[in-house]
């Protein structure tokens, strides 16, 4: 099948759970439900968008750095205001095509500094490898700190499949779900062994490898002071957008760092689903629930999810288009300073 055709499909596809899971949201809200969730928007403080703002800016910032700091070994050094302006548009592109941004930070940065496209794809698979290294860092720490809430909400979640509907302990259900995740990881090792050669396992087995080397990629660095403090950083104006983001609800104002940790990490894996539009549909879910397991009201959950989705979206969509006029200037400006 033509890649076109099998992108737009995929695309489609996404698209169309985005809109699904918006609809699974908000299918039993009741007139009560609308009124809570209408209030809260009302009642919320609409200036504290202003300092989340401020710590994605600062976040997108300090990536920008790391980036540069994952060229060192290259040989290259763009120019820090060129290397944030792709980064914010790469964020916008986002909102479009998942994944679709970090090709073209790649290809804006070439354009604009001499550093060929395709010696940047590296440094994303790096970028990327240390996420995923500080995302799992985060669960841990979560799971760590709210062991008796995660425990307990997990705890009644599975109750719902393993009981009957009269409460019983169903002994058949667990043998049947063990039998079914016993045929799953049988099936997955069955498959990855017979088509070892394929396309598609090699492509996975690719993207693993790629991790890892982007992770151990890290000792080449001069800086890696430097690299492992702006992912820090990165990681701590996320966990402070989110603290900022509860006290902008007064439904929300009573939650603190570790309610912030448990958004933050299921926020984080809404986002990995490649939905359009920031993890439309996904990201308001996933917080819901999260919400949830800390007593909070499922229309109120639903309201600070679509708050916080609707602040990173717009911020994307404003900051990169902001990135994308000024990107131009600036470099004609510094072309007409050279030249003189």
Same mark, same amino acid.
């Given at each position: 099948?033509?890649?076109?055709?099998?992108?737009?499909?995929?695309?489609?596809?996404?698209?169309?759970?985005?809109?699904?899971?918006?609809?699974?949201?908000?299918?039993?809200?009741?007139?009560?439900?609308?009124?809570?969730?209408?209030?809260?928007?009302?009642?919320?403080?609409?200036?504290?968008?202003?300092?989340?703002?401020?710590?994605?800016?600062?976040?997108?910032?300090?990536?920008?750095?790391?980036?540069?700091?994952?060229?060192?070994?290259?040989?290259?050094?763009?120019?820090?205001?060129?290397?944030?302006?792709?980064?914010?548009?790469?964020?916008?592109?986002?909102?479009?095509?998942?994944?679709?941004?970090?090709?073209?930070?790649?290809?804006?940065?070439?354009?604009?500094?001499?550093?060929?496209?395709?010696?940047?794809? +590296?440094?994303?698979?790096?970028? @990327?490898? /240390?996420?995923? #290294?500080?995302? %799992? $860092? *985060?669960? &841990?720490?979560?799971?760590?700190?709210?062991?008796?809430?995660?425990?307990?909400?997990?705890?009644?979640?599975?109750?719902?499949?393993?009981?009957?509907?009269? +409460?019983?302990?169903?002994?058949? @259900?667990? /043998?049947?779900? #063990?039998?079914? %995740? $016993? *045929?799953? &990881?049988?099936?997955?090792?069955?498959?990855?062994?017979?088509?070892?050669?394929?396309?598609?396992?090699?492509?996975?087995?690719?993207?693993?490898?790629?991790?890892?080397?982007?992770?151990?990629?890290?000792?080449?660095?001069?800086?890696?002071?430097?690299?492992?403090?702006?992912?820090?950083?990165?990681?701590?104006?996320?966990?402070?957008?989110?603290?900022?983001?509860?006290?902008?609800?007064?439904?929300?104002?009573?939650?603190?760092?570790?309610?912030?940790?448990?958004?933050?990490?299921?926020?984080?894996?809404?986002?990995?689903?490649?939905?359009?539009?920031?993890?439309?549909?996904?990201?308001?879910?996933?917080?819901?629930?999260?919400?949830?397991?800390?007593?909070?009201?499922?229309?109120?959950?639903?309201?600070?999810?679509?708050?916080?989705?609707?602040?990173?979206?717009?911020?994307?969509?404003?900051?990169?288009?902001?990135?994308?006029?000024?990107?131009?200037?600036?470099?004609?400006?510094?072309?007409?300073?050279?030249?003189?």
């Amino acid at each position: 099948m033509n890649k076109k055709i099998l992108s737009v499909l995929q695309y489609i596809l996404f698209l169309g759970l985005s809109i699904f899971l918006v609809w699974w949201s908000v299918k039993d809200i009741s007139d009560k439900g609308w009124d809570d969730i209408k209030n809260a928007f009302r009642n919320a403080n609409y200036l504290l968008i202003i300092p989340v703002m401020i710590t994605l800016l600062l976040s997108h910032y300090s990536r920008a750095l790391r980036w540069r700091i994952l060229m060192g070994p290259l040989g290259y050094k763009p120019r820090v205001f060129n290397t944030y302006m792709a980064v914010l548009i790469g964020y916008m592109a986002n909102l479009a095509i998942p994944r679709l941004g970090e090709v073209l930070k790649c290809t804006i940065l070439a354009r604009y500094e001499k550093v060929p496209a395709d010696k940047l794809v +590296g440094t994303i698979v790096a970028e @990327r490898a /240390f996420d995923v #290294l500080c995302l %799992l $860092l *985060v669960i &841990v720490i979560t799971i760590a700190t709210q062991a008796d809430v995660i425990g307990g909400y997990l705890s009644v979640e599975l109750n719902k499949i393993v009981q009957t509907k009269a +409460g019983a302990f169903s002994t058949t @259900r667990i /043998f049947i779900l #063990l039998a079914i %995740l $016993l *045929v799953a &990881v049988t099936a997955v090792v069955i498959v990855f062994k017979k088509f070892s050669h394929s396309r598609f396992i090699q492509k996975i087995k690719t993207i693993f490898q790629g991790i890892w080397h982007g992770i151990t990629s890290v000792r080449y660095l001069k800086n890696k002071g430097w690299f492992i403090f702006h992912t820090l950083f990165i990681w701590t104006m996320y966990l402070l957008s989110v603290q900022i983001g509860f006290w902008a609800m007064k439904e929300t104002a009573v939650y603190s760092i570790p309610q912030a940790l448990s958004v933050l990490t299921m926020g984080s894996l809404a986002m990995i689903v490649p939905a359009p539009g920031a993890g439309l549909g996904v990201y308001a879910l996933f917080v819901q629930n999260t919400m949830l397991a800390y007593g909070l009201k499922e229309t109120l959950g639903f309201a600070f999810g679509q708050l916080m989705w609707s602040v990173q979206f717009f911020f994307a969509l404003i900051s990169g288009f902001i990135a994308l006029t000024l990107l131009p200037y600036f470099n004609k400006s510094i072309t007409v300073n050279e030249k003189s």
